[in-house]
């Protein structure tokens, strides 16, 4: 298995915060120094979408629509990948998938769902 896999989704209500994890399989920890990682989201009728982008040299990137609210980090001994949220929002609420890349190819989690309630 190389899928990455996701947890910490819920349903959480307007204004508040969640915390995702992607976890690196053991097929790929070998080369997770290599890993460029991102989370990405994809709502009912919508495209999958970047959130945030962390390269392997620990360069972030961010939608506009979450800078400011999103921060995405690495925990090197843990070998896993963090989605702070805040001040979420209810056009926040979609299924949230990491990706792990490497060697050009692209590894998706089975995704986490995240809800926002006005």
């Known amino acids: 298995q190389v899928q990455p896999v996701e947890s910490g989704g819920g349903l959480v209500q307007a204004g508040g915060s969640l915390r995702l994890s992607c976890l690196a399989s053991r097929a790929i920890l070998s080369t997770f120094w290599s890993i460029n990682w991102g989370w990405y989201r994809q709502a009912p009728g919508k495209e999958r979408e970047l959130v945030a982008g962390l390269t392997s040299g620990g360069i972030t990137n961010y939608a506009d629509f979450v800078k400011g609210r999103f921060t995405i980090s690495r925990d090197n001994a843990k070998k896993t990948v963090y989605l702070q949220m805040n001040k979420l929002e209810p056009d926040d609420t979609a299924v949230y998938y990491c990706?792990?890349?490497?060697?050009?190819?692209?590894?998706w989690g089975q995704g986490t769902q995240v809800t926002v309630s006005s």
């Open positions: 990706d792990a890349e490497y060697s050009g190819s692209h590894y």
